[in-house]
């Protein structure tokens, strides 16, 4: 007879979901000392690969061991997926809300679906072309394109937002030929050792050392690599050990939730009720995803880590 998960393994992944949400509070202190969403996503990635790598060194060592033709798919997530999915995301929060930038990440799972069709010969069924049609008309309510006259935003604003998703997508794409050789922990730490070495060499964050002679600029980089990164991926991973994958990037659609209310209550967004419609179509279209793939087992994990 199957264990069904206990509550708490559902309390520890919407943790973990929540933790994700709240990226929001820790970015916008850092963006208001002038960092640019560039410099934002290496202080992430630097950060949140000195806390995993440490954790790994005391906790996970053994787990260190990896082959070395590999890290040409740790490398691929690192750079590829994580560093510019990051990018876009807070750069369309930069320029818009959290709320619109949440939003056009979570057509992440669309696009995670057409790629397994590509590479991997997935199918496309009847339900994820039903999925796809309330993501493009979610979108559409969500960036002012619905209803037809109403203002939208800029085109390169929403550009971006869609590049952030396909982004997340590639993660998925560049990992799942390597997740049955290496534990969750493993591949996240190397792609984050690549994200991290990557901004290092491409942004200014080192530059604005001076900077950090702020208390509030290591208060937020320190919660957005400890809460938004390191804690939410090992609750989400931890619930993750009880609960199928899909089932549990349900529970993660949590995060796009937590984000919006933090972008209303804390960040001054203003959304109007169509707007809120269309997030619950985006969000709807990612369940009818990964709902579908409890029972085909089909990959997708949401590995935000992020």
């Given at each position: 007879?199957?264990?069904?998960?206990?509550?708490?393994?559902?309390?520890?992944t919407?943790?973990?979901?929540?933790?994700?949400g709240?990226?929001?509070?820790?970015?916008?202190?850092?963006?208001?000392?002038?960092?640019?969403?560039?410099?934002?996503v290496?202080?992430?990635?630097?950060f949140?690969?000195?806390?995993?790598?440490?954790?790994?060194?005391?906790?996970?060592r053994?787990?260190?061991?990896?082959?070395?033709?590999d890290?040409?798919?740790?490398?691929?997530?690192?750079?590829?997926?994580?560093?510019?999915?990051?990018?876009?995301?807070?750069?369309?929060f930069?320029?818009?809300?959290?709320?619109?930038?949440?939003?056009?990440?979570?057509?992440?799972?669309?696009?995670?679906?057409?790629?397994?069709?590509?590479?991997?010969?997935?199918?496309?069924?009847?339900?994820?072309?039903?999925?796809?049609?309330?993501?493009?008309?979610?979108?559409?309510?969500?960036?002012?394109?619905?209803?037809?006259?109403?203002?939208?935003?800029p085109?390169?604003?929403?550009?971006?937002g869609?590049?952030?998703?396909?982004?997340?997508?590639?993660?998925?794409?560049?990992?799942?030929?390597?997740?049955?050789?290496?534990?969750?922990?493993?591949?996240?730490?190397?792609?984050?050792?690549?994200?991290?070495?990557?901004?290092?060499?491409?942004?200014?964050?080192?530059?604005?050392v001076?900077?950090?002679?702020?208390?509030?600029?290591?208060?937020a980089?320190?919660?957005?690599?400890?809460?938004?990164?390191?804690?939410?991926?090992?609750?989400?991973?931890?619930?993750l050990?009880?609960?199928?994958?899909?089932?549990?990037?349900?529970?993660?659609?949590?995060?796009?939730?937590?984000?919006?209310?933090?972008?209303?209550?804390?960040?001054?967004?203003?959304?109007?009720?169509?707007q809120?419609?269309?997030?619950?179509?985006?969000?709807?279209?990612?369940?009818?995803?990964?709902?579908?793939?409890?029972?085909?087992?089909?990959?997708?994990?949401?590995?935000?880590?992020f």
């Amino acid at each position: 007879m199957e264990t069904q998960p206990s509550a708490k393994t559902y309390v520890i992944t919407i943790a973990g979901a929540v933790c994700w949400g709240l990226i929001g509070l820790f970015i916008a202190p850092l963006y208001a000392r002038g960092f640019t969403a560039w410099d934002v996503v290496a202080i992430r990635g630097i950060f949140s690969f000195v806390f995993l790598f440490a954790i790994m060194m005391l906790f996970f060592r053994d787990q260190l061991q990896t082959r070395i033709k590999d890290h040409v798919f740790f490398a691929s997530a690192g750079i590829f997926s994580l560093a510019l999915f990051n990018y876009f995301y807070f750069e369309v929060f930069s320029r818009s809300s959290l709320s619109l930038a949440v939003t056009l990440l979570y057509t992440g799972p669309l696009f995670v679906m057409i790629l397994s069709r590509i590479f991997f010969k997935e199918l496309l069924t009847a339900r994820n072309g039903l999925a796809l049609v309330f993501a493009i008309v979610g979108c559409a309510f969500v960036v002012g394109l619905l209803p037809l006259g109403s203002e939208s935003i800029p085109n390169k604003t929403l550009f971006m937002g869609i590049l952030s998703g396909f982004c997340y997508a590639l993660y998925s794409v560049f990992t799942k030929p390597i997740t049955k050789r290496y534990s969750a922990l493993t591949i996240t730490t190397y792609t984050f050792f690549y994200m991290a070495l990557f901004m290092s060499l491409t942004s200014d964050v080192w530059r604005k050392v001076d900077t950090f002679q702020y208390v509030d600029v290591w208060i937020a980089a320190l919660l957005l690599a400890l809460i938004s990164t390191v804690a939410a991926y090992v609750l989400y991973t931890s619930g993750l050990k009880y609960l199928e994958a899909g089932k549990a990037s349900i529970l993660a659609t949590i995060e796009p939730i937590v984000a919006v209310l933090v972008g209303v209550l804390f960040l001054g967004d203003q959304l109007l009720p169509l707007q809120i419609l269309g997030i619950a179509l985006v969000l709807y279209s990612a369940v009818l995803i990964v709902g579908k793939q409890v029972k085909s087992k089909n990959f997708y994990k949401r590995d935000h880590t992020f």
